[in-house]
C-alpha cells in the first residue's frame, strides 16, 4: 500500500486521480459538469469511488428548490455543490486508523452521519440530528449528510463516514445496490418508528420508489394484508409483484371502501403516505383503524388542510420520517440479498454519468414511464450508453 496523505492508506491496485468528474449546481435547474480535486478520507472515514448513483425525488427538489439542503449555512446555489446521495460504490481508501473495511469492498451507503452527540443521534435518529446544517461550525465534528449539508455523488469519488456504509454482496449488481437506502427509508417508516407487528395492514398510497419498496417492505414483515393505492396500472402491477395483496386505482374504485372492506369495517393498522398531496393525506386519515398509524414519507410542496378532527378523534398517531434511521439500511439490505422482495423491479432506466441531465429528465418527467433511473461512472452498462 501507499500512502497519498498522512494517515490515508490506498493501494496501487485502486490508483486515485487528482480531480475527478463532478456536476455542480448553479442556480436553480442549473447543473454543470466540471472537475474537483478527490477528496481524502479523515479518521474515521473512507473514500468511496463511485459506480452508481440513483436519483431520488429529493434531488429533484434539491436543484429546482434548493430545500431541504442546507449547505454552508443556507441554500445550495451557486456553492460549487454536487448533489446527489443514493450512491454505492468501491472502498478506494481508508482513513486514518480505519480497520473495519479494506479496499476494493463494494458498499452502499446512507446518507446521514449525525453529530453523535446530541439528544436525538444519541437515540439512534441520526437522521432527525439536531445539528442538521449546523455542525458546531465543523463538518468534521457535527452532522453532515451526503448531498444535502456536505457534497454528493453526481461525480466520481465521494468520502463517507465509517457508520454509513453497508457491505454489498457479490450476488447483488450496482444498479440494485443504490436501491438499500430507498428501502431502508420504508423499513425505517415501519419498524423503528411504526412498530409494524406481523399480521397487521398496511396501505401504501402512492406507487413512487419509496411507496412500491414499502409494498414490499411489510409483506417480507409479515402484514397483511398489504394494500397498495395508485393512479398508474403499470406501477400497481409492480407493486403486486412486490408482494402487495390487493391494488387499488383509485381511477376506477374507492381506495377507503376497499380497505375498509379487507379490514371488516375496522380500517388499515398502518397508512403509509407517499404522495404527498392533501387527497392523499386525507385519504389516509379515512382509512386508517382507531389508534392506527399513518406514516408521512413525502416532502408536499405546499401546506395542506388536514381532517383534524378525524385524527383526534380515533386517536390516530401521526408521524412524519426523514431517511433511514437506526441502521435500518442494514436490515433492508438482509432482505434484499435473500430477496425477500426484488427491489429490481423498480429500476427502470440506466445512463452514464456524462449524460446526468437526461437521467434528471427522465425521473422528473417520467419519461417511459421511469422509476428509478441509476446513473453508472463505470462498468460494462456505463460503457455501452457511452457508446450509443
Known sequence: MSTSSPGVRTSPEMPIPERMKAWVLGGPDELFQTTKPVPMPGRAEVLVRIDAVAICATDLEIIHYGSP????????????FTPGHEYMGTVAALGPGVDEYRIGERVTVEIHAGCGQCKRCRQGMYTACLNYGQN???VDK???????????????????????????PDSMTDEEATLVVTAGTSMYGLTELGGLVAGESVVVIGPGPIGLLAAGVAKALGA????????????????????????????????????????RGL???????????????????????????????????????????QIVRNNV????????????????????????????????????LDDLPEALRHARDRVDDAIKVVVKTRGAAAQRLAAE
Open 142 to 168: 457535527g452532522h453532515r449528510a451526503n448531498g444535502f449539508t456536505t457534497d454528493g455523488g453526481f461525480c466520481e469519488y465521494q468520502v463517507n463516514n465509517i457508520n454509513t456504509l453497508v457491505r454489498v
Open 317 to 352: 398517531y401521526l408521524y412524519g420520517i426523514r431517511g433511514e434511521g437506526r441502521s435500518a439500511t442494514h436490515r433492508a439490505m438482509a432482505f434484499m440479498a435473500e430477496r425477500r422482495f426484488d427491489a429490481r423491479l423498480v429500476h427502470t432506466h440506466s445512463f452514464h
Open 267 to 309: 380500517g388499515a393498522d398502518y397508512v403509509i403516505e407517499c404522495a404527498g398531496t392533501q387527497d392523499a393525506i386525507n385519504m389516509a386519515t379515512a382509512m386508517v383503524n382507531r389508534g392506527g398509524k399513518i406514516c408521512l414519507a413525502a416532502f408536499p410542496h405546499d401546506p395542506v388542510t388536514v381532517d383534524l378532527p
Open 224 to 263: 397483511t394484508p398489504v394494500v397498495l393505492v395508485g393512479t398508474r396500472d403499470g406501477r400497481l402491477e409492480i407493486g403486486r409483484k412486490l408482494g402487495a395483496d390487493r391494488v387499488v386505482n383509485v381511477k376506477n374504485e374507492d381506495a377507503v371502501a376497499v380497505v375498509k372492506e379487507l379490514t
Open 69 to 80: 439542503a442546507k449547505f454552508q449555512g443556507g441554500l445550495p446555489f451557486h456553492k460549487n
Open 136 to 138: 458546531y461550525g465543523d
